[in-house]
């Protein structure tokens, strides 16, 4: 079988057939539960690691997913690999943990690694980009594909290496105060919307405005801004937006499936024991699932209840969304020409993605096509 | 936060709050990564378990799960707990694990709860049952919803508990001998088929046949059987079925997200120390999230490539999947008036399901409709 990029690779796999062999007589016929008391004979390390968080402790799945992370360590290493967690501006700026994991600060961070396209256009390609792949297909790239091996030799240039932790699903495409029904009605509007996605509703005549969180409800309070764009229902709804837009568009072509990352410096892995690099590597992948489990058990409830109290959904227009992917094509071939590193991973990514799209008209969307036909 | 069922509740959480006070000071401005040796605390036991699974070894994506699991359990232990694993038939028959788990033979098994639906139907939710959640879904059920919740109550009459370990996502509607385009052409076909769905299909006029996978070929060929179903492209290619039936139909309404089940012995659990419990826990989400995302990687391919050696792709037809979520929703009932273990799970999860549904009908559906319609 192949080994997929999950498999850590350092550690010796267990022969099977050896032990087979030798314990065949003693366990065959009843539970071999716990051997007789054996002599110590290995001694766990005692590991202290700090990590930083982009993110504020009021988004609960996204903040929390690093908690997650740290109690599964904490509890397999029976309290001797203790990660101690920080939010966003406890001990650095929230994107500034980048930078705190390259400088050696902190030993790892929890981050979305899009946030760094003003160092790299290529980090983004570790999280999402304008009509990427969905969180399934995203895992079927890094972890069966070459996803994790381009971006792990992407990382060793900054002295990291990345481990997939967490993703929120196809977000909403944001609050807007008035109703937005065709490609005109996004000419001049004032959004809050960054990144690859700020530049391509710029060529759709929005105009982007860049605003930390903590700023959005005021400015679409205000009308300082017309429109914004946040995460999906059980966020959006903590921050209040239905109570100053009424509008809330679906689908966000910008963020099909984001990954979070948690980058870990090179000088603080290579320290670790090999049974505590397991541990990180499994820990990682348990919160990665835990928090996409989470947004879609609880999206559900909260977009309810966002329309119980009026906020009316409104499909993002079709030609908005083809022009969108049109302007996306000329952004990423524009990028594949100066930047090598994208070239690289795009090139692949951009192949996954067809052949994924492809499977996925298939069996996975008459699937869910008929369930949503039928209930 | 509230907790989810993937965090093991056993072991205290680490005091995050303590421990900043005390390493403030010391790991300040830089990378605290090792500290200094100290002496041993603690030395990890030596655990051994026999695994025994229900699949054969050329199913390597799921019967792979389970090498997954160990190893990553072995290595996080550093090889102080190690589990030997059994392919189906090795140390019993494949359907007969969940005895064995049972009665103490083997201290774990991997399985497909719904091949034990002859003990109780009750099984079949903690795998799949026809119109059932999709693989994202069915793990918001199980980590997030009450799902595991209910099934260890459930399992608990069996002294065991289990933890999700795979999914295979949306299969296809299995291999037909002749073109079958409406629901008249269902009538009188003998098609491999089993369980719920076998019952289904009967009311659709088919004739379903009870075969072991490794005596399907030959029916086919023969023409003893005119269709089969089986999993996917990734392995349906490998028992070469569309050397003797031309065409592949898509999906199978039956199982919409499969999962596969870890069981484990309460005898075996309860003698783990908390850290090895930490382990399987861990280990067990990075199998079932690693067995995904292979399947989602490897299948677009192997579709392409029975396509390119004649396959021809079938829809289901509509007809067929409205009459056969009629008949599901009769039998669903049926089983809720005599089975009060089906009763009370299967009313969380319906309730689960239509929740989940409506959600996907706006971001995750409208995303996938426009990546399909673009690419």
């Not at 960054?194 to 710029?202: E, H």
């Not at 429109?227 to 109570?243: I, M, Q, R």
């Amino acid at each position: 079988m192949k080994k997929t990029n999950l498999e850590v690779s350092s550690g010796s796999k267990y022969k099977r057939r050896d032990f087979l062999k030798k314990s065949a007589i003693g366990a065959a016929g009843g539970v071999a539960a716990l051997s007789i008391a054996s002599p110590a004979i290995h001694a766990q390390t005692k590991v202290r690691w700090r990590l930083a968080s982009s993110f504020p402790k009021s988004l609960d799945t996204i903040f929390g997913a690093a908690d997650v992370f740290a109690d599964a360590v904490n509890q397999a290493s029976n309290g001797n690999f203790k990660i101690s967690i920080f939010a966003g501006g406890e001990l650095m700026k929230p994107f500034d943990v980048l930078d705190g994991v390259q400088d050696e600060t902190v030993e790892c961070a929890h981050t979305a690694a899009y946030y760094y396209i003003g160092k790299d256009e290529t980090f983004a390609l570790d999280c999402t980009i304008p009509f990427g792949l969905n969180a399934r297909q995203r895992n079927a790239w890094m972890y069966d594909g070459n996803g994790m091996k381009l971006l792990r030799e992407f990382y060793s240039n900054y002295k990291m290496l990345n481990f997939p932790m967490g993703n929120t699903g196809v977000q909403m495409g944001g609050w807007f105060k008035r109703a937005v029904r065709t490609e005109k009605d996004f000419k001049g509007l004032k959004m809050r919307i960054a990144g690859f996605a700020g530049r391509i509703m710029q060529g759709l005549g929005v105009v982007p405005q860049n605003l930390p969180g903590g700023e959005i409800y005021q400015a679409l309070e205000k009308g300082t801004i017309d429109a914004t764009e946040w995460v999906g229902p059980y966020d959006d709804k903590k921050l209040g937006f239905n109570k100053v837009a009424g509008y809330y568009l679906y689908p966000a072509w910008w963020e099909g499936g984001p990954q979070l990352s948690l980058l870990v410096g090179k000088k603080a892995w290579n320290a670790l024991p090999s049974s505590y690099k397991a541990m990180v590597n499994s820990a990682a992948v348990h919160a990665h699932t835990d928090m996409m489990a989470k947004y879609d058990s609880r999206n559900p409830r909260a977009l309810k209840e966002l329309i119980a109290t009026g906020t009316k959904l409104l499909p993002m227009p079709k030609q908005v969304m083809i022009n969108a992917f049109e302007i996306s094509q000329g952004l990423y071939a524009d990028l594949s020409k100066k930047n090598s590193n994208w070239r690289k991973i795009h090139a692949d990514w951009e192949k996954f993605r067809k052949d994924q799209v492809d499977w996925w008209k298939v069996a996975e969307k008459n699937y869910q096509d008929f369930m949503s036909y039928q209930l």
